[in-house]
Nanobody, 119 residues
Framework: QVLLVESGGGSVQAGGSLRLSCAGSGSRFSSNAMGWYRQAPGKQRDLVATITSDGGTNYADFVKGRFTISRDNAKKMMWLQMNNLKPEDAAVYYC?????????????WGQGTQVTVSS
């Protein structure tokens, strides 16, 4: 099992920056694909960015050029650097790890961290 704990959320003004952290545990951390998702009130949970075990990244169009996902497998950490934040970026941000065993996909989620952006 992979346990994930997010931190780094908070309140900023539009144009500001935040860095979210995700601390992981478990022996399989380095082999997991990981990602950040977000969910605003009354909306579905959306993919923000993903990173493979060897560092390949992918971003949702609405954060390209503003957000950067990274990880350090030795430290069992993942980060999301968020720059030029907009009010529409306000949401609860979740850390995700996923892996496949015997053809079955598994997911682990953190508890979420709140990001508030004021205009």
């Amino acid at each position: 099992q992979v346990l994930l704990v997010e931190s780094g959320g908070g309140s900023v003004q539009a144009g500001g920056s935040l860095r979210l952290s995700c601390a992981g545990s478990g022996s399989r951390f380095s082999s997991n694909a990981m990602g950040w998702y977000r969910q605003a009130p009354g909306k579905q949970r959306d993919l923000v960015a993903t990173i493979t075990s060897d560092g390949g990244t992918n971003y949702a169009d609405f954060v390209k050029g503003r957000f950067t996902i990274s990880r350090d497998n030795a430290k069992k950490m993942m980060w999301l650097q968020m720059n030029n934040l907009k009010p529409e970026d306000a949401a609860v941000y979740y850390c995700n790890a996923n892996w496949v065993v015997a053809g079955n996909k598994f997911n682990s989620w953190g508890q979420g961290t709140q990001v508030t952006v004021s205009s």
